[in-house]
Structure formats: structure tokens, C-alpha cells
């Protein structure tokens, strides 16, 4: 689960949203066959990464989702818990994502590691409307 709390006010619970989806051991488990699971999330130790505006973590585990087994790097808009986008990938994803900037453009790179994949990084390239503007002209 993915928690945020108001810093300025410290008893307000901002947004809780399970992180990863099901397990495929407890989705396929006999006894709930026929059961629609929500998303439960996943046990496991994985880094956050904060931006101005959303929130970034990787899955600790693989499931299978449409058919093909992997791990996914979603982001959550930083207010309400909302899950912006995810990004599959085979293995599943190890330590803190990571951001850098190069030519005006915002890369988050992920640590990936297990089954048939030696341990290596993988590079993001953010779209260019998700950077934070500098001027405050409309976009055309």
C-alpha cells in the first residue's frame, strides 16, 4: 500500500492505494475462482520516488496481466492516489527509481533483476508534457 499523509496536518490521511497488482497465486487460487479480485498489491520491498507531481514505484514481484508475465512502473498523481500510467517490464523492479535530466527532458530510471535477467537499468523518457513549465504562456 502507498500512503500519503498531510505533512501540515499530520492526522489527515491524503490517499491509500494498494501498490502492484494481485498475485497471481492468490488470483488463479481455486477457491476464489469465479471471485472478482480487486488489485491487492503486492508484499515486497521497493523504493518511491517523489516528483512535483506524481509519485513513482515498481513492482517487488511479476504477475501475469493480459497474458504476459512482468512487472510494471507506475506513477500516481501526488493528491489523490489516482494511478497515472504504468510501464511493463520482464523482471521485476529492485531499489529506488531514480530521475535525471538531460536536454530539458526527465528520464526515471528503474533497477530490474530476476528469473532469466542478469541485473541491469532501465531508462523512461517522461513526455515532454509531464515536465514542469517554466514560463507561464498557454500551450498551443
Not at 21 to 34: Q, Y
Not at 92 to 102: A, K, N, R
Amino acid at each position: 500500500v502507498i500512503s500519503a499523509i498531510d505533512l501540515k496536518n499530520p492526522d489527515k490521511l491524503l490517499f491509500q492505494v494498494p501498490h502492484g497488482d494481485t498475485p497471481d497465486n492468490i488470483k488463479n487460487h481455486p477457491l476464489l475462482k469465479g471471485l472478482n479480485i480487486p488489485k491487492t498489491g503486492q508484499s515486497g520491498s521497493v523504493g518511491v520516488l517523489i516528483t512535483k507531481n506524481f509519485v513513482a514505484s515498481g513492482d517487488p514481484g511479476i504477475t501475469t496481466v493480459n497474458g504476459v508475465r512482468g512487472a510494471s512502473l507506475r506513477a500516481y498523481d501526488k493528491q489523490t492516489g489516482a494511478q497515472l500510467g504504468e510501464l511493463r517490464v520482464p523482471p521485476p523492479i529492485l531499489g529506488m527509481p531514480m530521475t535525471y535530466s538531460v536536454d530539458g527532458r526527465q528520464y526515471i530510471v528503474v533497477g530490474v533483476s530476476g528469473g532469466n535477467y542478469t541485473g541491469e537499468y532501465i531508462a523512461f523518457r517522461l513526455p515532454a508534457s509531464e515536465l514542469p513549465r517554466t514560463n507561464t504562456a498557454p500551450r498551443q
